[in-house]
């Protein structure tokens, strides 16, 4: 073969997408457009690292959060808003929790409410933008949530019998006739978990031709040089004695082979194909991470085989995934490898506690350094709990490491992740590349780069809190130049703003500062007045059906020791009443409480002196000329006023409308003339009308001169996606956060006497180190012996990342 290689590297690739070229080659506008999709469409990724990787009903989940950008895993600039959601195992939003990012970092706590039922949660983490892409690609972590009030007894764990399900996976995608290949084999029973089994495969006349073993969650590797025309298949030795077949893939007379192999210091790439494509056109390779392309060349193919050698350092660390292209620029065969540089941040925990006992103070420091011992100033989260009440299988967290280097660049599930990234396992680096044999799915499409293809970007990234949405007439037609006003009357917080629709039909209000409890109301109307027109509030990302996969926990240990220190908080009145349920009696009768006239409404007194049902509503076209109707009220001006009873000698026309209240939102119609002329009755569930001195003396002032309220069908939280040109917004603000409580047992004002049984010992989000790389911290111990656990994760400006546990034990105090 007449090898022409060239490798590139990110400057050449520079010099020759600034220059001009009449004719580019295949590689130069593959390449081209590669570097554009990059730069023009950069994508995030997000890391939450939490206190505990289990919680009880009442206590806090205390989290840190990563934000950057999937190319070089910096600290992202471009979204300053992130999502978090607590999401039950019927799909459902539990808890929701907005929190503001600042040079990509961010910090709060989800406060896990006695309403909560014990059970597997999910939570998950994305930004506004991250809504472009896929939602696999969104951080997600299930955790285990348990309620003390519930029967603490071992629970029995009922055998049930699993299917087994065994593919194959070719290394570069095909298995061809005449080319020795890798084969990945990934077993996985019917509870989603690895398989640890041997098999064998046939050929068609019963002769073993390769044997094969699932050393670790499932997966294995081994070698086949297939024959044209020969059927395989796999069989496997079950638990009961019986052998199983499985299906093996088909050969291919014709096609190419792609192997990666690490050796030394060097990635060694091997390129094979059949007799019938040695044709002397020319084909290339492309090896990039994350949409970068870090190495590529190009070769005719004049033999049957080609080798070639990249450094190793040419990449970073990190899934990296190579492609051999044909002539016509087809993606023909693929592997994706993991290159570990061995780059990560070193960080290094001291103790300067000369006596570690219960209750007395613990000094501890950080240094960090990179991998050529260079001190690093950085930003950390620390997490410190008691290891013999929490716990914890390292190979199954989800770290700093492995899910910005692994789980986020892939699709599907992964199982014991960091079991990839934990020192304690020798053999991680060959287990890691079976993983990256057998999970097909990634971040990057070669397919939209090779048809110029470009993102369709749906969701810009978000600076300041925004309230974004689209107007639309009817047959769901976008509505350009269309006013929406926001606003909010309500006496905690008030506001009014208002904007245009574009083209599209889309609206932002941005740089909003607006508290999480505050309540609004988004009302439009088109340029002609026209009624039929509908707001499409954007809201939280949908909730996609991501089912627990993996080992049970056992909580009694936790949960019982949980409730111990719930208990000794209740003996000194310092336990959240909220937290800990007791029993009620209830020997008298109950007192019954007047049904609402509406559902939902906000008028919780019912007191009204006219009411109009929803089904009296839904032939009426006009909300207006529901009120001619009504005694004592008429419209003037598009304003709804009090006309039975004078109690001034203003005009009718002077005297101040009634106030109106829309969902619980108060609106003076002053303010907001013909808001109601757009809505839609059919929208509306009922109308209270309140006229006399009898039912307004309660509200003083701001009700003398009459109240209506409205209740639509959809007044009872959160609207999006509601046809109605008036919507109602709440919960929308950036979430208010506390601060983790840690005792000072060195000031007398704190109770001695009240044992100290916390799990989470110290919790800090932020913890910078200096220029020289150190950090200090200190906290007190609590009042358990044993084993304590300091877990350390961060990272510096430059996508550097790291991750330490560090153990000490503490001894009794005497």
Known sequence: ???????????????????????????????????????????????????KPYYAIGEDIWLKAYLVTAEKNEPSLLSNVLYVDLINSQNMLMKKVTLSVENGMAAGNINLIDSLTSGTYRIRAYTNYMRNYADDFYFEKFIKIGNILDPITATKIKEKKLDLSIKFFPEGGNLVAGIRNKVGVKAVTSDGLGANLSGYVLNRNKEKIAEFTTENMGMGVFALMPIAKENYTAYVLMTDGNLKSFNFPEIAESGYGLAINTVDENINVKISCSPDLVNGKEMFVVAQSNGVMYASFTSKIDNAVFTANIPKKSFPTGIVQFTLFNAESKPVSERLIFVNNNDALKIEVKNYTSAITTKKKMDLSLFVTDANNNSIDGNFSVSVTDAEKVLVNEDEEITIMSNLLLTADLKGFIEKPNYYFNLANQNRDKQLDNLLLTQGWRRFNWN?????????????????????????????????????????????????????????????????????????????????????????????????????????INMLPYLQSTKEMFFELNKFNKLDKGILLKPVIITGKRALKPLLNVPNSAN?????????KGDKLKYETNIYSVFTRVPGVMVVNNMIKQAAVRRSSMSITSQPPMLLIIDGVQINQRDFPGILQAMNPQDIAGIEVLTSLFN?????????????????????????????????????????????????????????????????????????????????????????????RVTVEGMDTYGNIGRKVYTYQVKQNL
Do not use: C
């Open 1 to 51: 073969m007449k090898n022409k290689i060239t490798i590139w590297t990110l400057s050449i690739l520079t010099i020759f997408l600034l220059s001009f070229k009449i004719d580019e080659t295949p590689l130069e506008r593959l390449l081209k457009h590669l570097a554009k999709i990059t730069a023009n469409y950069p994508q995030e990724k997000a890391h939450l690292h939490l206190d």
């Open 448 to 552: 939209d780069v090779n048809n110029q293809k470009e993102p369709e970007m749906t969701f810009r990234p978000e600076k300041s809190l925004e309230i974004a949405g689209k107007i639309t007439s009817w047959g769901n037609r976008p509505l350009s130049n269309a006013k929406v006003i926001m606003f909010s009357n309500s006496s905690s917080y008030r506001f009014n703003l208002d904007t245009l629709s574009d083209i599209k039909g889309n609206f932002v209000f941005d740089k909003l500062a607006i508290p999480d409890t505050a309540t609004f109301i988004l009302h439009s109307k088109s340029s002609k007045n026209n009624p039929k027109i509908n707001i499409i509030v954007n809201d939280r990302a949908p909730i996609i059906d991501h089912q627990y996969i993996g080992n049970s």
């Open 604 to 612: 919780r007194s019912a007191a009204a002196d006219y009411v109009i």
């Open 696 to 788: 307004l003396s309660v509200y003083g002032s701001d009700g003398a001169w009459g109240i209506v309220y409205i209740t639509t069908k959809t007044g009872g939280g959160p609207v999006t996606n509601v046809q109605t040109n008036l919507v109602k917004i709440s919960s929308r603000g950036f979430t208010a956060t506390k601060e983790f409580y840690s005792p000072d047992y060195d000031d007398p004002k704190t109770n001695q006497e009240m044992l100290d049984l916390r799990s989470t010992i110290y919790w800090k989000p932020n913890l910078n180190t200096d220029e020289n790389g150190k950090a200090t911290f200190n906290f007190f111990n609590a009042s358990t012996r044993g084993t304590y």
